[in-house]
Every structure is written in C-alpha cells, then in structure tokens.
C-alpha cells in the first residue's frame, strides 16, 4: 500500500494528524525560509545567523553582559552559546572577559567591529523583511503571537 491508499484509508478522525496540519512543521519551514533569507545577506559580512542575533542582544544591552543572561535572552543553552561566542571573540566580533569577583561569571561585549557592523546589519534585516511576502503589520502581529506562545510554553515547562 502506498502513502495515499494510506492516507485515504484512515477514518476521519485522524484527519489532525494531516501533515498539512502541524503547527511544528509550518514553524519549522516558515524558520529555515526566513533563517536562509538572512543567511544569504549576512555571509558577505562573514556572520552566521546566530552571530548576527547575538550582536543584536549586545547592542541592545549596550552594555557587557554575562552569559548567563545573553543565553537567557537568546534561548541557548550554554553548550551552543560557548562555542558561538569563542568563535566570534575569535573573528574579532565580541571581548569576553571573566568576572574578578567571581570566576564563574563570563561577561560578554562587542568589539569596535562588531559595534561597527550595526548599520550593515540594519539594512540587512531590512531586505530580509522587503522579500517576506507579508506586510509590517502582519510580521508584528506573528511575532507578538510567537513571542506569547513562547511565554506561556516556557513558563509552563518550568511549572512542571
């Protein structure tokens, strides 16, 4: 039997179970679209898409901030954040710096050339949103929807 015999075979109450259905699937296509779009404008600027959200949480902070915090605003964990800014304190992007007064404490600021880079990257994000086939007031409505349910999923999993 193929996928259709399949599809057609099932009762209707599985209809849910659609793939066209899924919520995780529209998300996560909708992300690699958009993530791609930044890519392509972000890689004359030898930034990855992670690079360039980290400089955004620095910039603005507009001041150093720990670690903690910057994954804590960005979603990561420590073992994707680490990494990601050793390699930008390698290129020169970001200045790490351990606190004297306690140790496990790891601040985080850009560096001229990463503060440099905010006008480039604005015109990015600014082409990024031309080609979305969607209006400024839609993106703004998506987001804030996004950013809520985001709220409520995570205090929900820290209820538990």
Known sequence: MNLSQASQ?????????HIDQQLCLALQISSSLVTRLYRRGLAPLGLTHSQYLVLIALWEA?????????????????????????????????LRSRDSRDERKVWVEPTARGAAMREEVLSI????????????????ALRTLLQDMNDALTHADSAR
């Open 9 to 17: 075979d099932q009762p209707s109450d599985f209809t849910e179970l």
């Open 62 to 94: 507009g001041r150093p901030v720990t670690m903690g915090d910057l994954g804590t605003r960005l979603a990561l964990d420590t073992g994707s954040l680490t990494p990601l800014v050793k390699r930008m304190e390698t290129g020169g992007l970001v």
């Open 125 to 140: 994000r600014r082409e990024v949103v031309r080609q979305l086939p969607v209006t400024s007031e839609q993106i703004a």
